[in-house]
């Protein structure tokens, strides 16, 4: 080769490496395969680009760890996917959205880098509340960390301030879907219980938003003891149609963003669980590679 076409190939390979670090996937961190119910929405409502997702299995669920430790495990995942060249990471977990978002936004973005942006699956939500029903008393069920930090009620007075949110934890439906029990005696019983104590906290609510993304796949058992005009909702579509907006409105992020539609699908715990559990979350098989975050 002569030193010129060895100089445009070194120049070409170091424009490519530039260009790579400028632009990369978008980053979905879940704490397990909730995140998958989201995820599939993402990617339907925005097919063409590139995206990698990272479940952290072996720490989950984060429903039931303190505020401290749900948010140094989704700082370390955030910080892994923007290692893996991700500038835009969803936090498609409403534990890690409702007690880790606004620490990381605040504390971290500014020194992990200025031109990187973390959103979380609540805000979008509650912006949506106000359309969502017709009482405006809206019924949540959630995990125990997600009701404890109020974060529904105290974003919905800012979007939503005509909307009175009720909320109930339903801290043991999370282990009955991993488990593949979620049309199980103990799910229809325990679901009877979560929904008879959010009704009686008001005759009003005529919608309850499931604000885990585990509860979509017991959405069938839900609505079998739910009274007929009250819609139970799911929120992967409210958080994709959100993120479609949020990349027009923001043509520098969307400009990081790759297009060639693929996915990694990415555990830390193990792969071939990940791949047997994950595929019924995302409605379609998936292959994962294992990794370690620190």
Aim: with cysteine; charged share 20%.
């Amino acid at each position: 080769m002569s030193v010129f076409a060895l100089r445009i190939s070194t120049e070409w390979d170091l424009g490519s490496m530039k260009m790579n670090k400028e632009k990369g996937a978008i980053g979905v961190f879940d704490s397990g395969y909730g995140g998958l119910t989201v995820f599939k929405e993402i990617q339907r409502e925005l097919p063409d680009y590139d995206y990698i997702y990272l479940g952290d299995n072996a720490r989950a669920p984060y429903g039931t760890r303190s505020l401290e430790k749900i948010y140094q495990f989704t700082l370390q995942g955030v910080k892994f996917l923007f290692d893996q060249g991700c500038h835009l990471v969803i936090l498609a977990c409403n534990t890690a959205s409702a007690n880790a978002l606004r620490s990381i936004q605040q504390k971290d973005i500014p020194a992990l880098g200025a031109d990187k942006r973390v959103l979380g699956v609540i805000r979008p939500t509650t912006e949506s509340l106000s359309r969502l029903s017709k009482s405006g008393h809206i019924g949540l069920f959630a995990t125990e960390a997600t009701v404890n930090s109020r974060s529904y009620v105290i974003e919905a007075q800012k979007y939503a301030p005509e909307v009175q949110i009720h909320q109930v934890a339903c801290p043991m439906w999370v282990s009955l879907i991993e488990n593949n029990e979620g049309d199980s005696e103990a799910a229809h019983s325990l679901t009877k219980k979560y929904i008879s104590e959010l009704l009686s906290s008001s005759k009003d609510i005529d919608t309850i938003l499931l604000a885990c993304t585990h509860y979509p796949l017991m959405l069938e058992t839900i609505q079998a003891h739910v009274p007929d005009h009250i819609e139970v909702l799911s929120q992967g579509t409210l958080v994709a149609a959100s993120l479609k907006e949020y990349l027009v409105r923001h043509p520098e992020m969307e400009n990081r963003c790759t297009k060639g539609g693929s996915s990694r699908f990415l555990t830390t715990d193990s792969t071939a669980s990940f791949d047997k559990k994950g595929s019924q979350f995302y409605g379609a098989p998936v292959k994962s590679e294992g990794v370690e975050l620190e």
